[in-house]
């Protein structure tokens, strides 16, 4: 039996997305940002059609033990680092390296004796104002780590950019103008680009860089697409016509009934819903693809279904394949029906949708 809800996995795009990686920051070292299950799109899949990346990059202690315990090899970094002994423990166990960003953590290096060497990095706050020292303390807590038994020398250091994602805004500038003056004279390796530095500030392209959205073919910035970068979707999400039926002008369609037929209509009726992950705030007009046709969805996104307008697809009938994003129909397009960003659409596909890889 073929589930109705489909997310295709491209792993061939995932390795041409690396590639235009690897044509902005050719001379740069890698660390693949596979956090939140790789976006959406399975944090082990993921790590293995990455293996030509010099490192994976997760949020969480236990997302780089998942990777260790499914044998992947590759150096992972965690960025949100640790909080307690526990995870610091997991932490040498499993060979992981650790973001240090505060003052506890300083405190918790230096009075746990390490039996394994931890490779670490130090991380600069220049304008998030999330993760990271200070300028005042930086250099202070760069050399508290440098004379602490079983860190590995010298420390890398990292920071990262807050308003990369608006070519427009000069917070950017001022943040790699901070982080350069502060890390000036340090002999660690840096790190600040994420996909959005990558693709629009070259300034910030240091040793290493750190995509993350951009792997899966999606644009960091609003106003574009993927595509307008070479990029190519990983995911793309497809369902099918479950019913096509008529029904007369005035008639309403949906919960609420907010949209109205202003003439006689053929209706899809879509095996697809906020169940699935797609977006319930999606108001009518949202294109969707049948049979490689947009169409307009029409009334409320329900758990398990959505209705679209036939008019430009006279001969689709039930059982004819419905595309939602990828593919010729760009999720950035979607998530700004939705009034919010690709990345919660990739994330948000729920178990219920049957994940293929091509």
Not at 240 to 263: C, D, F
Request: hydrophobic share 45%; aromatic share 6%; with cysteine.
């Amino acid at each position: 039996m073929t589930p109705a809800a489909v997310a295709v996995l491209n792993t061939g795009a995932l390795q041409h997305n690396l590639g235009i990686v690897r044509q902005y920051a050719p001379a740069a070292k890698i660390s693949a940002v596979i956090k939140a299950n790789a976006y959406g799109h399975g944090l082990l899949r993921t790590a293995r059609g990455l293996q030509n990346v010099d490192a994976l990059a997760v949020a969480r202690v236990e997302e780089g033990v998942s990777l260790r315990n499914a044998d992947i090899a590759k150096r992972i970094i965690v960025l949100e680092g640790f909080t307690c002994s526990d995870e610091l423990t997991a932490l040498l166990h499993y060979q992981l390296e650790a973001v240090v960003h505060c003052q506890q953590q300083l405190q918790m290096l230096e009075q746990q004796a390490l039996q394994n060497r931890l490779r670490v990095w130090l991380k600069l706050d220049t304008g998030m104002n999330r993760l990271g020292f200070k300028t005042a303390e930086f250099a202070a807590g760069y050399a508290r780590l440098m004379t602490t038994p079983g860190i590995e020398k010298p420390v890398n250091i990292m920071t990262h950019l807050a308003n990369a994602d608006n070519v427009q805004d000069g917070k950017t500038q001022q943040q790699l103008a901070l982080f350069r003056q502060s890390a000036a004279d340090l002999p660690g390796e840096s790190s600040i680009a994420n996909s959005a530095g990558i693709l629009a500030w070259p300034m910030s392209i240091a040793e290493w860089v750190r995509p993350g959205i951009m792997l899966f073919g999606v644009s960091p910035f609003a106003a574009n697409i993927g595509a307008d970068f070479g990029l190519q979707p990983v995911m793309n999400l497809y369902s099918r016509l479950i019913a096509v039926k008529s029904i007369a002008r005035g008639e309403s369609v949906g919960y609420g009934g907010q949209w109205l037929s202003a003439k006689a209509t053929r209706l899809g009726i879509v095996a697809i819903g906020y169940g699935d992950g797609y977006p319930r705030q999606v108001a009518s007009g949202t294109p969707v693809l049948v049979k490689g046709v947009r169409v307009p969805l029409v009334g409320r996104v329900s758990m398990d279904m959505i209705s679209v307008d036939l008019t430009a697809v006279p001969e689709a009938k039930s059982g004819d394949p419905v595309t939602l994003w990828g593919e010729g129909l760009a999720v950035e397009e979607i998530a700004r029906h939705a009034g919010t960003i690709p990345y919660t659409l990739l994330c948000g596909i729920t178990q219920r949708v049957k994940i293929v890889e091509r």
